[in-house]
């Protein structure tokens, strides 16, 4: 499967690119992980299922898939003038890595709970001070950096001249920097221009998180970590690098100048982004109420939704916009979801059931279609909404043959035993759905539908059709659908 064409929209190029890897068969990813200094919230959720989704993808296609994601559990991220982990630590009373591990493990349990594969490899950024300690001495023997005050900041502008590549990425400019640079203020006067940013710090005596290096006691840049970390694992030049759109600029601009800086090598060959999460329409904030973590979601305890929704139907709202796209969160929306969800598994159930005498060697075209379709539309830059729309083609039908419709012994055996493993394979190994906490739910319904029809036997028997007949209009008001059949009734939800 390996050879058929996979396209990806590459942030680099600005286009879809045919998708070939520096080794065949083999594939080099890394993503940027959380920086753990609080609960993990809802849009970064969303770009770690992203690309567990594309893992998985890689994986259904036969490559042998290095995903490296890291940790962030450096204090240098700067929060009003305090770095994150200190002010996590202060807040809960802990030492920063206390911290870390209190953040990392609940991170961990999240992502089970949307069941996503663990990477490959997940490095921490304290485990690699000495590598990023090195990489600092390579930029400025290279003549791209420079020492001051204990301090040593990128020269952003020399880069530029010479390089000519600073901002291919985002399309931003020097100027930008200016805004936007994460080194703190107060050290502007150390730089010799405004825009260069730091890739290590000297420490103040109240800062926590600190090592020992050649310029001063201090820690490292933000950017530096990953561009340390991803080519320790994946080599120099790899294939994918992923993370949020949101970082883009400066976070991966900036990684690419270093990598460039230090050995004269852009890391990869494909940069892909997801985009931003909004919920009712607007951005996310905590200063406006309008935000939701993950747990108020699947609890129902907030007052942007009328009741809780399991993290499959959650993950599957996720799964039906394309990653790149932003993903408006709203009740109704999740109402829409969870009803889809339910059909798609309920069908999975249904489609276990059905047998074939295979009277006919008759393949069904549109579910042949359906099938290559959902393969086509992953190719095609992962485009999940349209290969979830595939299989609600194939829920038809698996209800007509269901139903009568259409004659489950006219469709050949190997057609049904194909349209089986594939969709299974299509909801469990590349989307990663579940039945989850609904399970017991869906359990309870089948013993009460169960005991429904065999009243309702129990009232054909006895020639009570009035009885008989309620009980299935009844159903059918609930989009609950009575087929009798020659081995007794079953059921299915419309």
């Known amino acids: 499967m390996q050879n058929s064409d996979l396209l990806v929209y590459n942030s680099l190029s600005r286009k879809k690119e045919v998708f070939t890897p520096i080794n065949e068969g083999f594939i080099g990813m890394y993503v940027c992980g959380p920086t753990v200094y609080s609960d993990v919230h809802l849009g970064n959720c969303r770009t770690f299922v992203s690309f567990d989704i594309i893992y998985r993808y890689l994986l259904f296609k036969g490559y042998k898939v290095r995903y490296v994601r890291n940790i962030t559990d450096v204090g240098h991220l700067l929060d009003d003038g305090e770095d994150r982990m200190s002010k996590g630590a202060r807040k809960d009373n802990l030492e920063p890595m206390e911290v870390a591990q209190k953040y990392m493990n609940g991170f961990h349990e999240m992502m089970d709970v949307f069941n996503t594969l663990k990477p490959s490899i997940e490095p921490r950024a304290t485990g690699h001070i000495i590598g990023q300690i090195e990489m600092v001495q390579a930029i400025i023997d290279n003549g791209y950096a420079y020492e001051s005050n204990g301090s040593v900041y990128f020269d952003t502008i020399k880069f530029s001249e010479e390089k000519k590549s600073y901002g291919k990425l985002s399309g931003r400019i020097i100027e930008d920097l200016l805004v936007e640079s994460r080194a703190d203020l107060k050290n502007q006067s150390e730089k010799k221009h405004p825009s260069d940013f730091a890739i290590w710090m000297k420490a103040s005596d109240d800062h926590i998180m600190r090592w020992k290096s050649p310029w001063s006691v201090g820690f490292p840049g933000w950017h530096l970590e990953c561009s340390v970390m991803s080519t320790k694992y994946l080599g120099n030049k790899f294939d994918i690098h992923g993370g949020g759109n949101d970082l883009k600029f400066p976070h991966h601009e900036n990684e690419i100048a270093q990598n460039v800086g230090a050995c004269d090598c852009s890391p990869a060959n494909y940069w892909l982004h997801t985009n931003m999460l909004l919920m009712n329409g607007k951005k996310m904030s905590k200063s406006d109420g309008n935000t939701i973590s993950p747990r108020e979601l699947f609890s129902g305890d907030s007052p942007h939704v009328t009741k809780g929704y399991s993290p499959m139907v959650v993950k599957f709202f996720m799964l039906q916009s394309h990653y790149s796209s932003t993903l408006d969160l709203t009740d109704d929306g999740l109402q829409a979801a969870e009803k889809g969800f339910k059909r798609i598994m309920e069908a999975k159930k249904i489609l ?143």
């Not at 595939?390 to 043959?401: A, E, G, H």
């Open 352 to 494: 276990a059931s059905l047998h074939s005498e295979g009277k006919s060697d008759t393949e069904d075209a549109d579910i042949k279609a359906s099938l290559d379709a959902f393969v086509a539309d992953m190719d095609d830059d992962f485009n999940t909404p349209k290969a979830i729309s595939r299989l609600f083609d194939l829920v038809t039908k698996i209800n007509s043959y269901n139903q009568g419709q259409l004659d489950i012994d006219n469709l050949s055996a190997s057609m049904l035993e194909n349209l089986k493993i594939s969709f299974d394979k299509f909801l469990t190994e590349v989307l990663a759905l579940e039945e989850d906490g609904a399970e017991s739910k869906n359990s309870a319904m089948d013993g009460m539908m169960a005991l429904i029809l065999e009243l309702r036997a129990s009232a054909r028997e006895n020639k009570d059709w009035g009885t008989s007949d309620k009980i299935r209009d009844s159903l059918n008001e609930l989009d609950i659908v009575v087929k009798d059949g020659k081995d007794g009734s079953s059921w299915s939800i419309k």
